[in-house]
DNA sequence: CTGAAAGCGCTTACAG
DNA sequence: CTGAAAGCGCTTACAG
């Protein structure tokens, strides 16, 4: 049988309420007897039972917020249900989440629906937001009140959030080069097709991808970068020019969104059987193009993983105060091709 | 806020131990009373709160014994891992866990550490075992004692386990031609290094493999199969001989342990850059020879998971009597390379 | 600065 | 067949 608090306050010759004050640092005990408890408790190898403190805590519920660019954007169709099963798991602990969807990447949307989270009065907040000053400001203030903020899928810089739980970038674009390497059908004209250059995750992608082309000593050449803006029209658009003006392409490189646009151009103008392509995560149109056996493979990030962990972590803050132990949480670089998809 | 016992027993107008009989079916209550309750339940909605179950359940600790054959396998290093981080997070809820380590695949050896486990009092079980009578009969009886029993890695027939978590050995033998098939150094000499024919698993991964070529129209042909009995000395014999035999051989499929001696022989008569080597699991010698570039691809089968899965399992079942949803939970099929290892 | 009591949701003897 | 009470480990007012 583990240690309770009922044992120290009988080791101690004190009351429970006392040992809960020391243990929880809520101050106005004599020096004395803070000094006894705080050895009993490592003497007796104290560690608090969660089953009893959840209990104790179910009157005051705990709400979490998450922010997420999710209208319009099948990938986080994962990282949600990630959420709501972490939300399943800790409904009887008291647990309840308010997921606010926004559309596309604007600050200032990301912001007012931040602070409308905040105002709905959250005790914790994930977000999946850009890496912009206006941006860091409100989460800086809103940490500075005591809630504690998780970023998924894409990282902050400048900030005191808690860590962030998503993909590692570099290394699957790293990945993609491998595989194309085991591929190799040399010399291989690339052409990148990246969500916007903007974006630190879609940069990582292109420069681990180049560097591991370069460590290989793999013959290659990048004929064009083009920005799909992650949407599937401007994709389609963009690399139907592109491959009109470089006729050599055998590879397309397809860091972000905007996967099936580019596709099409590629199916309608039957190139697939010449054309290598690489893509990233697992969408239901992308799932269907590896299938058919357009893509060769798609590198994945377990972004139900994302969802999940990130509740998980900040539960565990909150109510067991346990900080996380790293600053970054990677989710493992999934390669998906047709077989395993 | 949920609804609680008190909450119906104020409705019915009973006592809090009254709604406790129905709920957990122990008798002795009146039809009309019963009833009434049993609609209650589910017109309030009901559904009971894990952490006060997990609070009042303390004084009687769970104890749920594991029978593994890892004694000399580093495969079930990771699978032990996954075994003590379910435990660490359940420790608060009064389980622990009797872990039981084996060598090799004695049935009697099996069986005899299945007993002594079952003698120290467990309430459930989970085991990686072999698939045979003798083992099937002593757990039916175990099962039959209301111990619920989950096999790990390698599935069970002709038995009441509560389910199956572990490889899609299918699968995972399809994704290794699919790689196979991206790699394309045709035509293929293939030498088949298994563990045993005897195994299920093993045999699973030679089948789904050879679909795959046949499906595809990889020009290919098995030069021989071999089996290793997951030792690495008797690969290394077997393998040097097989290549001494079958010279053409480019490309080495191994489904199970032994990858360390086979490769030996490669590296040995220097034949890597002619050999193509696709392995199962990721253990420290695979590791290293996928990093030294010897083997192409080693796809893996979330070991850990398969631990940590198999115990939140059994504890559902037990305490929150939930039985789980399939009969079989396959980890994902994983592929490693040398960027994502 | 400290203690006694009540309560979170559930289960377990025990009494009738 | 049913109820009242005690208890699991912790926290929270409240009284002194």
Redesign the interface.
């Known amino acids: ?2 240690t309770t608090i009922k044992a120290i306050a009988a080791a101690a010759g004190v009351s429970r309420g006392t040992v809960d004050r020391v243990i929880n640092g809520r101050g106005g005990v004599s020096p004395e007897i803070e000094e006894k408890i705080k050895k009993l408790i490592i003497d007796m190898n104290y ?1 608090p ?4 403190k ?2 104790a805590g ?1 009157k005051k519920p705990m709400k979490i917020g998450c922010m997420l660019p999710s209208i319009d954007n099948p990938f986080y169709d994962d990282v949600i249900l990630g959420l709501k099963q972490a939300e399943r798991e800790l ?3 008291g647990v309840s989440l308010e997921i606010s969807q926004v559309k596309g990447f604007n600050p200032n949307d990301h912001i007012s629906a931040i602070n409308d989270l905040v105002a709905k009065n959250i005790s914790a907040l994930c977000v999946s937001t850009v890496d912009v000053p206006a941006v860091q400001d409100v989460l800086n203030s809103i940490i500075q009140k005591g809630i504690p903020v998780v970023s998924i899928n894409s990282d902050l810089s400048h900030t005191n959030r808690l860590c962030y739980v998503g993909c590692n970038y570099t ?2 674009g ?2 993609a ?3 194309l390497n ?3 059908k040399e010399p291989l004209e690339i052409l990148i097709i990246t969500g916007s250059l903007n974006m630190q995750g879609h940069n990582q992608r292109i420069n681990g991808f180049i560097k ?1 082309l370069q460590d290989k000593g793999i013959k290659y050449h990048i004929a064009g970068v083009i920005e799909s803006m992650d949407d599937d029209h401007t994709s389609y658009i963009r690399t139907f020019s592109a491959l009109k003006k470089y006729n050599q392409v055998n590879c397309l490189y397809i860091t972000a969104a905007g996967v099936a646009g580019a596709c099409r151009v590629v199916e309608e103008q039957k190139l697939q059987d010449q054309m290598t392509i690489l893509t990233f995560d697992d969408v239901p149109s992308t799932r269907e193009l590896v299938l058919k056996n357009v893509i ?2 798609t590198i994945c990030q377990e972004p139900f993983k994302q969802g999940y962990e990130s509740i998980k972590i900040l539960y565990d803050y909150s109510v067991n105060s346990a900080a996380p132990k790293k600053s970054r949480y990677f989710t ?9 998809i």
């Open positions: 049988m583990a560690t039972n969660r089953a009893g959840v209990l179910l409904h009887d602990f290394e699957s790293k990945t080069a491998g595989i085991l591929i190799r591991t060769e493979a493992d670089t999934v390669i998906k091709i047709k077989e395993n």
